[in-house]
């Protein structure tokens, strides 16, 4: 099946920089990757996902990239905000099921 | 309000004690899903369901069995829960597959002793 890697487990930004989480996917069938937000006490939602027809994907300071040939994919959060602060999940939806993967989580932590 | 709704929020209960959390949809969605979320591990897809009547093992089904024989209701059940099913359980819902965006509901801490 497939299986989802996600690094770093945690990250700390200074306030208006820039965070990176990346992923990694081991079936190259797989079509479907989402990246879902998680605040304290609440479930996750969604905030950016890309098809594996397009190689990225922009919404105001989130962008996501697709690399198929490397089957790695990045969230990039520019001018972080103390709102940003949140765990971050990427996951992956593979070809002909309806099952969804999820990488382990990113604690993401931006420094006033 | 859209909305995906579970309960109990908590739980705490013995080995062996069957329990059953509810998950209810307001959206009409077809497909329905299951995980459960642990630290260090992330989120892990235990069933889905795509439509009523249809149900599918995710990555972790061991210990639980599910029903959809309504298309808003999908409950999880545990029959002889064991602490190693201790965890923070979500339900969550799509118009239109695991492909789609995935409305969660807000948790379910269950504590099995």
């Known amino acids: 099946g497939e299986n989802v890697e996600q690094h770093p487990s945690t990250l700390s930004v200074q306030e208006g920089d820039s965070a990176v989480i990346k992923c990694t996917y081991s079936?190259?069938?797989?079509?479907?990757f989402p990246w879902y937000k998680q605040e304290l006490g609440k479930g996750p939602q969604l905030i950016i996902d890309?098809?594996?027809?397009?190689g990225e994907k922009k919404d105001q300071r989130i962008a996501v990239t697709l690399n198929k040939t490397a089957k790695h994919f990045s969230l990039h959060i520019t001018e972080t905000q103390p709102e940003d602060s949140a765990v971050y999940f990427c996951?992956?939806?593979?070809?002909?099921?309806?099952?969804?993967?999820f990488g382990t989580g990113t604690r993401l932590t931006i420094i006033p | 309000e859209a909305q995906v709704t579970q309960n109990p929020r908590y739980l705490i209960t013995v080995t062996g004690k069957k329990l059953t959390v509810t998950c209810s949809q307001n959206?009409?969605?077809?497909?329905m899903s299951w995980y459960r979320q642990d630290p260090g591990l992330g989120l892990r897809q235990i069933y889905y369901?795509?439509?009523?009547?249809?149900?599918d093992k995710g990555d972790v089904p061991e210990g639980y069995k599910v029903s959809r024989k309504e298309k808003r209701n999908f409950p999880l059940i545990l029959e002889s829960p064991s602490p190693n099913q201790t965890s923070l359980y979500f339900c969550?819902?799509?118009?239109?597959?695991?492909?789609?965006?995935?409305?969660f509901g807000p948790g379910t801490r269950l504590t099995v002793t």
């Open positions: 969550a819902s799509s118009p239109g597959g695991a492909g789609y965006e995935q409305y």
């Open positions: 959206m009409n969605h077809e497909y």
């Open positions: 369901s795509m439509n009523v009547e249809v149900t």
């Open positions: 996951a992956a939806k593979g070809f002909g099921n309806e099952k969804l993967t």
């Open positions: 079936d190259s069938a797989s079509n479907y």
């Open positions: 890309i098809r594996s027809n397009v």
